[in-house]
């Protein structure tokens, strides 16, 4: 079941460039989206989050954009540091109380110094 | 700042054998959840709980499985006779409401090893 979907296992990155982490989904009704990450031996970290009535949102040096209409969403990291190399997960939830998360398969991020 | 803790950090255990994994949510939340990795796969979800009941639960969470909230911080998975498929990480998360946003808060996982 592959209702969200990384296509990118890894991505390497220059320190100070833009990073650019790619997510694409399934479900239509999915109304809320988030980026986590991860490090070995570690729980996910919540990042940044966007509901489905907006296109963008941005917090520090992290930019989620969605398109629902090509049901994608990226997370962009500017300018990209060593200390955010990392697993990132893109993960999506219905609307209701509980609300589960649906999780990407994840992307291993590496920033060079 | 607040974060959600799991005990053990790893739990070895034979085929067969009962296991209880432990969780302290975030003291304001209102929503948990228990998660699963499977080494080399996704984090899969498996049940929700919400006011002393559970919400919603997967595919996965079988007659096996089990989930309690014993007191008001711990939150527990049990899970009553292992299988070796389900050697994986679990994580605990939380959530403070369910209002319009869902960010949910994730423990460091037990890593839950069956022999």
């Known amino acids: 079941d592959q209702q969200v979907k990384q296509n990118s296992p890894s991505l390497s990155v220059q320190e100070g460039r833009i990073s650019i982490l790619n997510c694409d989904y399934t479900?239509?009704?999915?109304?809320?989206f988030l980026w986590y990450k991860k490090y070995p031996a570690e729980g996910p970290t919540f990042l940044i989050s966007?509901?489905?009535?907006?296109d963008k949102n941005e917090d520090g040096r992290f930019t989620v954009f969605l398109n629902k209409s090509a049901k994608h969403l990226s997370l962009h990291i500017v300018p990209s540091q060593p200390g955010d190399s990392a697993v990132y997960f893109c993960?999506?939830?219905?609307?209701?109380?509980?609300?589960?998360?649906?999780f990407g398969s994840g992307t291993q991020l590496t920033v060079l110094p | 700042e607040p974060e959600v803790t799991q005990t053990p950090s790893h739990q070895v255990t034979q085929m067969g054998q009962e296991v209880i994994l432990r969780c302290v949510p975030i003291?304001?939340?209102?929503?948990f959840y228990w998660y699963r990795q499977i080494l080399g796969q996704k984090v899969e979800f498996l049940v929700s709980?919400?006011?002393?009941?559970?919400?919603?639960k997967s595919e996965i969470f079988d007659d096996q499985f089990s989930v309690e909230r014993p007191d008001g911080s711990n939150f527990t998975l049990k899970i009553r006779s292992t299988k070796l498929e389900d050697s994986a990480m679990y994580f605990c998360?939380?959530?403070?409401?369910?209002?319009?946003?869902?960010?949910?808060?994730f423990g460091p996982g037990t890593r839950l090893t069956v022999l």
């Open positions: 998360a939380s959530k403070k409401s369910d209002g319009g946003t869902n960010e949910q808060f």
């Open positions: 479900n239509s009704m999915f109304d809320y």
């Open positions: 966007i509901s489905s009535i907006k």
């Open positions: 993960a999506a939830s219905l609307s209701g109380s509980a609300r589960q998360l649906t």
């Open positions: 003291s304001n939340h209102l929503y």
């Open positions: 709980f919400y006011n002393n009941e559970i919400s919603e």
